[in-house]
């Protein structure tokens, strides 16, 4: 039998967290024959509720959970974490503005950098969940020296499996038969759902939708769906975004379909013409733990023009932090 591993998630005892922990308990992320030891942070007054979390989390006597450890100190809560899912995040209250908010979650993310990158395994791998999720990975990459900074990656995958679902309910066609749709840029209302390289059963998607109805309703639909679920459930995505984060793990350490590709938020290489080192939505590969930019696409001047401005919203967030002291 395997060896367990440390996987650390913040923000434990919210609600993406209520979800993501029963799901990480029971194998759906690393795989059914890997068991798991939970490393679980939160604020000082939400241990409380967090322990009650725990409570629960041991009544559903998960074979491969192995052990759970509580704490509001980062550095015990990374240390030798071989994964590390950062959801804790500051929201954006009424009259914030964007400075204010990237302000207060580089008080976050900033110190948790640097925790990772004092205690947490050399090859721990990072996913940013919590807003904005892309610049939040980037303060905690910059933060963290010592480490690979292609280990931190931000969460596109939520809108990568909306842009899936709403594809398929306008072909009339299940989940399973579409393949390689891209989340460029920034998980915000700027992002690029791509449906260019996009297939339904082998077919180009966008020879089977109009390409008014692609530019005009399935962008913005997908890119506005984050606030459709708050106005119908009057919070925001839960379940949905912890099975996307379970989705970018289990894909990042256990590998793609050959042939298929997903969206991760990666530290851009300067692929495509993104600035090097923005934390942005590619299409990737992954084999052996390792991902790699899908190369080679054909990028239209439609595709393009989205692509950038996705970027100029990104470079505007980086230089924001970067005023603040955070990177
Ligand atoms: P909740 O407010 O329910 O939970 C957040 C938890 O984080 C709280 O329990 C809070 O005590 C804790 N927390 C705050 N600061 C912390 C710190 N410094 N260390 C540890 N824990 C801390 O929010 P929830 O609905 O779970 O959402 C979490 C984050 O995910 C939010 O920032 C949200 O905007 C973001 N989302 C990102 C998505 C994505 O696709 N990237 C989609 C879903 C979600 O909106």
Wanted: charged letters at 20%; proline letters at 6%; one cysteine or more.
């Amino acid at each position: 039998t395997k060896q367990p591993v440390r996987v650390a998630v913040t923000g434990a005892a919210g609600q993406i967290g209520y979800s993501l922990l029963f799901r990480i308990a029971s194998g759906d992320m690393l795989g059914k024959d890997q068991p798991v030891i939970l490393q679980l942070l939160e604020i000082t007054p939400a241990l409380k509720a967090l322990n009650g979390v725990v409570m629960e989390l041991r009544d559903c006597a998960f074979p491969l959970l192995a052990d759970i450890v509580t704490t509001d100190d980062p550095m015990v809560a990374f240390k030798d974490a071989d994964y590390a899912l950062l959801v804790g995040a500051m929201p954006r209250k009424a009259g914030m503005e964007r400075g204010d908010l990237l302000g207060a979650n580089g008080g976050i993310f900033k110190p948790q950098g640097e925790a990772l990158n004092a205690v947490a395994s050399r090859d721990v791998k990072v996913l940013v969940v919590g807003n904005p999720a892309n610049t939040n990975a980037l303060i905690a990459q910059q933060n963290a020296p010592d480490l690979d900074p292609r280990q931190f990656t931000a969460m596109v995958r939520l809108d990568h499996n909306r842009a899936i679902s709403q594809l398929a309910e306008k072909t009339g066609q299940p989940v399973s038969a579409i393949k390689n749709i891209t989340i460029w840029g920034n998980h915000s209302s700027t992002q690029y759902p791509d449906l260019s390289q996009a297939t339904v059963n082998g077919q180009p998607a966008l020879d089977l939708v109009d390409r008014e109805w692609y530019e005009t309703t399935y962008i913005p639909t997908v890119a506005k769906r984050g606030a459709a679920i708050i106005e119908a459930r009057g919070a925001s995505s839960a379940a949905s975004a912890a099975s996307a984060a379970i989705d970018h793990m289990r894909d990042w350490a256990l590998g793609t379909p050959e042939g298929e590709w997903v969206s991760m938020g990666i530290p851009s290489d300067g692929s495509y013409g993104v600035p090097e080192g923005l934390i942005y939505g590619f299409p990737v590969r992954t084999r052996n733990g390792q991902y790699e930019i899908v190369q080679g696409l054909e990028i239209s001047d439609f595709s393009r023009g989205k692509m950038d401005a996705t970027a100029q919203e990104l470079i505007e967030e980086r230089d924001e932090v970067r005023k603040l002291g955070l990177v």
